[in-house]
């Protein structure tokens, strides 16, 4: 029974400063943003209670509005494109070639570095180098066309993880069901439509999730590339929260957008969730 409580007492030592750490640095900091979003508060000084004017302003503020659909645009375009070649990849890698365990570590680099960093290195590649040798001004400087520079960063920094994920659903596939299936004379695309791919749905699933959510909270890659320009084109809903609500006075009405952006995540994420769940039981 000691034995037991000594068990016990370790687990609680080791559970309970997490999760007060979890408290004081992620649960109390969203309370206290949901009651300001009830507020006029400025960032700074005193501040008043308005209800819920705040999240009525959101409904018909344009550049709110400008941001939610450039960043949902942004997120299933990046989403599609990181995903189509992460899995393109991991069959490959996954095959039968020489040097694959090398090849793999070479592909996963994009993933440590960090994201501003990048972007600072794309930013340069699209302003200088990629102009030069085109003769033509920079996708960045284009209100049309900035946010595919965006997607390519987005993706290519992104693609690593997909990958290293696809790949270890590959590896659960059992040699049998394809030598089965290669017997029934599935072969090539057939194999992968019938085969491979029903039997990895649950990793596809977990990389649309991941990969929407983390497209939808696009902020360092935007910082890094176009700082929300030119003309507002790519100004993303986390860096329009940070940038008018930590510099422009805004930190109520801010706040209250924060709130519907994470309610908003959630629900992506809900229905995706649900979406894949209703497919792996149909098979």
């Excluded at 009830?38 to 009525?56: A, D, K, Q, S």
């Excluded at 693609?159 to 790949?167: D, E, K, L, P, R």
Aim: proline share 3%.
């Amino acid at each position: 029974m000691k034995k037991t409580n000594d068990r016990q007492r370790t687990f609680l030592l080791m559970t309970i400063p997490i999760l007060v750490l979890f408290f004081a640095f992620n649960t109390l900091p969203l309370i206290k943003g949901v009651i300001y979003s009830f507020t006029n508060f400025r960032g700074y000084g005193t501040y008043e209670y308005v209800g819920l004017r705040n999240y009525i302003d959101l409904f018909t503020d344009a550049r709110v509005g400008k941001s939610y659909l450039f960043t949902i645009k942004m997120a299933l375009a990046a989403t599609i494109v990181t995903n189509v070649v992460s899995l393109l990849l991991a069959l490959g890698l996954n095959s039968k070639i020489k040097f694959k365990s090398t090849l793999r570590g070479m592909y996963f680099v994009p993933n440590i570095l960090g994201a501003l960093v990048v972007g600072y290195i794309f930013n340069y590649f699209f302003t200088y180098i990629i102009p030069a040798i085109f003769n033509s001004t920079s996708i960045l400087a284009s209100s049309t066309w900035a946010w595919v520079g965006i997607v390519i960063v987005c993706a290519w920094q992104a693609v690593a993880m997909n990958t290293i994920i696809y790949i270890s659903g590959l590896q659960t596939v059992p040699e049998d069901v394809y030598e089965a299936g290669s017997i029934d004379g599935a072969t090539g695309w057939a194999q992968f439509k019938h085969l491979t791919f029903p039997l990895i749905i649950p990793f596809f699933s977990i990389n649309m999730v991941l990969s929407v959510k983390n497209f939808l909270m696009v902020f360092d890659q935007i910082m890094a590339l176009t700082k929300g320009g030119p003309a507002q084109s790519t100004e993303s809903i986390s860096f329009l929260i940070y940038n008018n609500g930590m510099a422009g006075g805004q930190f109520g009405f801010q706040s209250a957008n924060a709130v519907l952006f994470f309610v908003i995540i959630v629900i992506f994420s809900v229905a995706q969730l649900t979406f894949t769940s209703s497919k792996e039981e149909q098979l």
